[in-house]
Nanobody
Framework: QVRLVESGGGLVQAGGSLRLSCAGSGRPFSSYGMGWIRQVPAKEREFVAGISGSGASTYYADSVKGRFTISRDNGKNTVYLQMNSLKPEDTAVYYC?????????????WGQGTPVTVSS
């Protein structure tokens, strides 16, 4: 089992920045690809960003490329999502996810989610 706990969400004005953190526990953290998925009520979940176990490879949705940066510190069992130039359409609940095979369509482990609200 892998337990994931997110933090860092909140309310920010458009153009501002937030950094989300996700602390993992359980299996060796570096064995898992980590990612962020967001969801708006009544809409489908959207993959935001992913990072390989070593941190060497990163992946982004087109909607956040150039604005968001995913990183990880395996020594601290933590993954981060730095969000810059935030837009109202980034408003969502952000979930930290982990998957051994980096399957972002069906990740195995989910955090409880942290809400992000971007005001215009």
């Amino acid at each position: 089992q892998v337990r994931l706990v997110e933090s860092g969400g909140g309310l920010v004005q458009a153009g501002g920045s937030l950094r989300l953190s996700c602390a993992g526990s359980g299996r060796p953290f570096s064995s898992y690809g980590m990612g962020w998925i967001r969801q708006v009520p009544a809409k489908e979940r959207e993959f935001v960003a992913g990072i390989s176990g070593s941190g060497a490879s990163t992946y982004y949705a087109d909607s956040v490329k150039g604005r968001f940066t995913i990183s990880r510190d395996n020594g601290k069992n933590t993954v981060y999502l730095q969000m810059n130039s935030l837009k109202p359409e980034d408003t969502a609940v952000y979930y930290c996810v982990a998957d051994y095979y980096s399957d972002w369509r069906r990740p195995t482990y989910w955090g409880q989610g942290t809400p992000v609200t971007v005001s215009s």
